[in-house]
Nanobody, 123 residues
Framework: QVQLVESGGGLVQAGGSLRLSCAAS????????MGWFRQAPGAEREFVAA????????YYVDSVKGRFTISRDNAKNTVYLQMNSLKPEDTAVYYC????????????????WGQGTQVTVSS
């Protein structure tokens, strides 16, 4: 079992940056692909980015490509989401999630979830 705790959210002006962190408990973190999702009020949970077990492969939803970067540090049991050039439409609760298999984009394909961290981008 993996327990996940996100941090790093907050209020930022459009064009600004934030770095989200997701700390995992347990010694099996390196066995899981990791993903970031987000959910705006009244909207479905949306895939944002994912990274494979070693950190050598990543993919993103088109709307964040070139602005967001997912990375992981298996020694620290932590996955990150660096968000640059933020836009008001990036406003959402951001969740990290763990999946034994790499390559999934649907929220229900991920096994473990954090509690989420709010990101608000003002115009």
């Amino acid at each position: 079992q993996v327990q996940l705790v996100e941090s790093g959210g907050g209020l930022v002006q459009a064009g600004g940056s934030l770095r989200l962190s997701c700390a995992a408990s347990g010694r099996t973190f390196s066995r899981y692909a990791m993903g970031w999702f987000r959910q705006a009020p009244g909207a479905e949970r949306e895939f944002v980015a994912a990274i494979n077990l070693s950190g050598g492969s990543t993919y993103y939803v088109d709307s964040v490509k070139g602005r967001f970067t997912i990375s992981r540090d298996n020694a620290k049991n932590t996955v990150y989401l660096q968000m640059n050039s933020l836009k008001p439409e990036d406003t959402a609760v951001y969740y990290c999630a763990a999946d034994p298999l790499y390559g999934h984009r649907r929220w229900y394909e991920y096994d473990y979830w954090g509690q989420g961290t709010q990101v608000t981008v003002s115009s």
